[in-house]
């Protein structure tokens, strides 16, 4: 298993490799793989943490970091680093590899002299990693009532000096929230795949 900096000559292995991996789980199809690709293109996009893991010289999982943007209650605008998508081959996803991607590459943000990472997902799978509660440290997504917790909304300090008196609200990078023409536009450049409605997808 060897884990390494993904190069341009992997996008469209890793672009296919995440739409495998969330065809038909959130929705009929998927976004991941048109949010993955409109993301290296844009200012946020973090290189030096976009990460692949390989066996065998196959890439099997990965993950992208990107920047979005902290208002402090003193106007100010802070970055605050997030990352996804993280996709797992479907034949290999509840091994253990979307892990050891994400705690490799949290370790690589702490040695770059990141602060901190937010995420939004289920508090019961990122408390492995030391997420808590935004809400706890000040710090709201966009849209929520502030000194609300919402548990789903979670944040990682990697430097408690640096994080210091780090508290407002918090926006995703806009190039996260794709038109489905987008994404049907960039999916017809991949082999066809059914659509299906599944139960436990957030658009019903």
């Known amino acids: 298993m060897n884990i390494r ?12 490799l995440t739409r495998e991996a969330f065809w038909n789980v959130y929705r009929p199809g998927c976004m991941e793989h048109c949010v993955l690709h409109k993301l290296r293109q844009d200012p946020c996009f973090v290189p030096e943490l976009s990460y692949v893991l390989e066996e065998d010289g ?3 999982a990965h993950i992208a970091y990107a920047k979005g943007r902290l208002r402090t209650p003193q106007g100010e605008t802070r970055d605050l680093l997030l990352f996804g998508p993280v996709s ?4 290999r996803q509840k091994q253990g590899y979307g892990s050891r991607l994400i705690r490799f590459t949290l370790e690589k943000a702490v040695e770059l002299g990141y602060d901190a990472v937010v995420i939004t997902g289920s508090p019961d799978y990122y ?4 997420f808590e509660s935004a809400g706890k440290h000040g710090i709201f997504y966009e849209g929520m009532e502030q000194g609300t917790d919402f548990p789903y ?3 990682k300090i990697l430097d408690p000096e640096r994080a210091e008196g780090l508290r407002g609200v918090y926006k995703d990078p806009e190039v996260y929230f794709v ?3 987008e994404v049907e536009d960039f999916d017809h450049s991949f082999p066809p795949k059914k659509k299906e409605k599944r139960p436990g997808q957030l658009e019903e």
Request: aromatic residues 10%.
């Open 179 to 181: 038109s489905d023409e």
């Open 88 to 91: 797992v081959d479907p034949s």
């Open 5 to 16: 900096l993904e190069q341009p000559g992997d996008y469209r292995a890793v672009e296919n």
């Open 127 to 130: 408390h492995r990693f030391g």
């Open 153 to 155: 909304f979670m944040v």
């Open 58 to 60: 196959q890439i099997l």
